[in-house]
């Protein structure tokens, strides 16, 4: 069922016989539009849009801030770009990936408003900082890598690297000379790092080997071959709470928001229409 809105409610009650109010009342009038800056081709440039194209060209300063002349110029290149959005459309140049970007940054600015006005004077407990620190430490690995590692485009390079290996090269040596990737300054370093922050072959490989080994076969990831030896490994140490309470603020309030985004989907009518996959259906 459609809904009026109270704009189109009221005009309809206008035109009513029996009117929408008792005779004698009047309804306070509501205050004109702002006076628009320039009308181009019918379309109005508002105070609104005007100011904040002077903000976004003048590093924050207002209209006021600018000099007649300055004004006019500004004034003069938005009208030029309101010309040319409307000729755009005129020639019907906003289609595919045009069109459906600017839906996505009309979608995502809307929803960022939301998100503004939903944390609006909402402040974050001590209880909610420690509850959000807790189950990001309980989702920590118990260990942390040292590693290095040799980065070819080529599976028989890496072979043959292994090889060199075996009868004796130095790792770092290799790295320095063939890895293409920026730790061979360092011989292949990678300092130490926890699984999560490295490709999934990678960090697979690594938590596979023994310290000091290297493996015996090359990696395939993204990036290319890689020869990986593991340096050391150490428990993880997870910063304490107070060091980290900062960064931990704007992940709760995201949360919330997630949360209350999560309670608009389920009133939401919905209706999904992926394209076939050649994976296949996904089962849940």
């Known amino acids: 069922m459609k809904h009026l809105s109270a704009a189109a409610l009221s005009l309809a009650c206008l035109f009513?016989?029996?009117?929408?109010?008792?005779?004698?009342?009047?309804?306070?009038?509501?205050?004109?539009?702002?006076?628009?800056?320039?009308?181009?081709?019918?379309?109005?440039?508002?105070?609104?849009?005007?100011?904040?194209?002077?903000?976004?060209?003048?590093?924050?300063?207002?209209?006021?801030?600018?000099?007649?002349?300055?004004?006019?110029?500004?004034?003069?290149?938005?009208?030029?770009?309101?010309?040319?959005?409307?000729?755009?459309?005129?020639?019907?140049?906003?289609?595919?990936e045009t069109s459906a970007r600017l839906e996505l940054v009309r979608h995502s600015s809307l929803t960022d408003l939301l998100f503004k006005k939903f944390i609006e004077g909402k402040e974050t407990t001590e209880e909610e900082l420690k509850a959000e620190y807790d189950r990001r430490i309980a989702e920590l690995p118990g260990s942390e890598y040292r590693a290095r590692h040799i980065l070819v485009d080529d599976e028989a390079l890496a072979?043959?690297?292994?090889?060199?290996?075996?009868?004796?090269?130095?790792?770092?040596?290799?790295?320095?000379?063939?890895?293409?990737?920026?730790?061979?300054?360092?011989?292949?370093?990678?300092?130490?790092?926890?699984?999560?922050?490295?490709?999934?072959?990678?960090?697979?490989?690594?938590?596979?080997?023994e310290k000091g080994k290297y493996t015996a076969t090359p990696v395939k990831s993204e990036f290319g071959w890689h020869v990986i030896r593991l340096e050391d490994t150490r428990t993880t140490t997870p910063p304490p709470f107070e060091a980290v309470k900062a960064q931990l603020d704007p992940l709760v309030r995201q949360k919330k928001f997630q949360d209350h985004l999560d309670g608009l989907l389920k009133t939401a009518k919905v209706e999904r229409s992926l394209p076939a996959s050649?994976?296949?259906?996904?089962?849940?």
């Open 16 to 96: 009513l016989a029996a009117g929408c109010s008792k005779a004698g009342d009047t309804e306070p009038a509501a205050p004109p539009p702002p006076k628009p800056i320039a009308v181009v081709n019918g379309a109005s440039i508002s105070p609104d849009v005007w100011e904040l194209f002077i903000r976004a060209r003048h590093n924050g300063k207002g209209a006021g801030d600018l000099s007649a002349e300055e004004q006019s110029e500004a004034l003069d290149e938005l009208i030029r770009m309101y010309v040319g959005s409307q000729e755009a459309e005129k020639q019907q140049l906003v289609t595919g």
């Open 159 to 209: 072979k043959d690297l292994i090889v060199q290996l075996d009868q004796g090269a130095k790792f770092e040596d290799l790295a320095s000379k063939y890895s293409k990737d920026g730790s061979a300054q360092q011989g292949g370093d990678l300092d130490w790092f926890i699984p999560g922050q490295m490709v999934k072959p990678f960090a697979d490989a690594v938590q596979q080997l």
């Open 278 to 284: 050649d994976a296949g259906p996904k089962v849940e």
